[in-house]
């Protein structure tokens, strides 16, 4: 439809307008690789807590013979939040060396919400559920903690401008796979919920974390594979898979506590040092 101008008797075709501005919209907000791989993210934190509900929790409600922490379907659910964390490793190094959506930082923050919070805190409301000295109750408290720290991560990542290379408070890929490990340690029920709530706590904590960048994410990819192997041996009985399990999940969690004890010493020689310059410049 053409509208006619009565003082100029030019024509306006609104339509052509819209039909520019439709098209020009999805160049905009069209998906990236960097995108794809957070939406792969995003899937594989949304698989974990189906294999944890069907292959865990259901068995135990319905009293079948696979109730209790069934080790395939655990094995699987650990391992897609070690993939999940792959992805999340590796769509930023990609966004930083192509180029990322508009969408690119919100995906992000909503794929780790689902794979590094929501999986992880299920996994531990699950556990409470189906372990023997495990309180429902108590367990659910604590799922919901671990939550919370990493939407409130999260939002503080948007929010918090850091120095380059660094973070504030663990990384959430980092805190759901120390709880996934201490889950996994088979530990008494107190000091599992009160190792669960230190995680939660370094998540929301202002203690610094590099970021894996170079040799470091090499690294950590390299500790990931690693991890699978470990989960992959325990959940097919392998000899001495429970011994491998274990022993990989100890380290996961000594990492975890070892590197806030390493950034405390950090700032505290800082300190010092500050001071002795200022007393240094002090001095006639």
């Known amino acids: 439809m053409t509208v006619i101008d009565p003082d100029t008797q030019t024509g306006w075709a609104p339509e052509a307008e819209e039909e520019d501005d439709a098209e020009d919209m999805p ?10 791989l957070t939406l792969g993210n995003a899937t594989c934190g949304f698989m974990a807590v189906y294999f944890t509900t069907t292959g865990i929790l259901i068995p135990h409600l319905t009293g079948s013979d696979e109730s209790g922490m ?11 939040m070690l993939m999940a964390a792959i992805f999340d490793l590796f769509d930023g190094l990609v966004a930083r060396k192509l180029r990322s959506s508009p969408m690119g930082a919100e995906l992000d923050n909503l794929s780790d919400l689902v794979s590094f919070g929501l999986a ?20 659910a408290l604590a799922a919901i903690v671990v ?5 409130l991560r999260l939002a503080r990542f948007s929010c918090v401008t850091l120095k380059d290379g660094m973070f504030q408070g663990m990384p959430s890929p980092f805190g759901a ?11 008494p029920f107190v000091p599992t919920l ?22 470091l994410a090499v690294a950590m990819l390299g500790w990931i594979v690693a991890a699978m192997g470990l989960l992959a041996a325990w959940a097919f009985d392998a000899p001495g898979g429970q011994l491998l399990l274990q022993t990989g999940c100890a380290l996961q969690v000594v990492l975890g ?9 950090r700032r505290v020689n800082t300190f010092r040092d500050n001071r002795r310059e200022a007393r240094a410049a002090q001095l006639p």
Not at 27 to 36: F, G, V
């Open 27 to 36: 160049l905009s907000m069209r998906l990236s690789i960097a995108d794809t």
């Open 70 to 80: 069934a080790r395939h379907s655990a094995a699987t659910a650990v391992i897609l």
């Open 120 to 139: 992880p805190a299920y996994f531990v409301l699950v556990y409470g559920m189906v372990a023997d000295d495990a309180h429902q109750r108590v367990s």
């Open 147 to 151: 939550l919370l720290a990493v939407v």
């Open 177 to 187: 796979l120390t709880v996934i490990s201490i889950v996994l340690l088979e530990l």
């Open 194 to 215: 009160l190792a669960i709530v230190g995680v939660a706590w370094l998540m929301v904590s202002r203690v610094e974390y590099p970021k894996p960048r170079g040799v």
């Open 257 to 265: 506590a070892v590197i806030p004890l390493f950034a405390t010493a």
